[in-house]
Nanobody
Framework: QVQLVESGGGLVQPGGSLRVSCVAS????????VGWFRKASGKEREFVSA????????YYADSVKGRFTISRDNSKNTSSLQMNTLNHEDTAVYYC?????????????????WGQGTQVTVSS
């Protein structure tokens, strides 16, 4: 079956960096867009970043633009989100999602598959 598994979450100090990754299985990864969303406690799930199936289109939420970098490695069925200069507002569970031939939508209803999420906590 299709599985998306996030990893790399943890505790980091403000201003620090963290890389979260998503490994996909059970699908032809190169045909899928990959999106990253996050959900902070008490808040709705929000779009963070996405990369289209062909890697041409990349999108970032304004709140992370310039700090986060999304990438994909089709040979490893993996997408990574490099997060720099983290602040308290970045604390959330981070989820990856996959969308067949997707261009990278910010709307979560568009996405076909979801991972379980990985916790990122920014605290001093």
């Amino acid at each position: 079956q299709v599985q998306l598994v996030e990893s790399g979450g943890g505790l980091v100090q403000p201003g620090g960096s963290l890389r979260v990754s998503c490994v996909a299985s059970g699908l032809t990864f190169s045909r899928y867009a990959v999106g990253w969303f996050r959900k902070a406690s008490g808040k709705e799930r929000e779009f963070v970043s996405a990369i289209s199936w062909n890697g041409i289109n990349i999108y970032y939420a304004d709140s992370v633009k310039g700090r986060f970098t999304i990438s994909r490695d089709n040979s490893k069925n993996t997408s990574s989100l490099q997060m720099n200069t983290l602040n308290h507002e970045d604390t959330a569970v981070y989820y990856c999602a996959a969308d067949l031939y997707g261009l990278g939508s910010k709307y979560y209803s568009t996405w076909d598959y979801w991972g379980q999420g990985t916790q990122v906590t920014v605290s001093s």
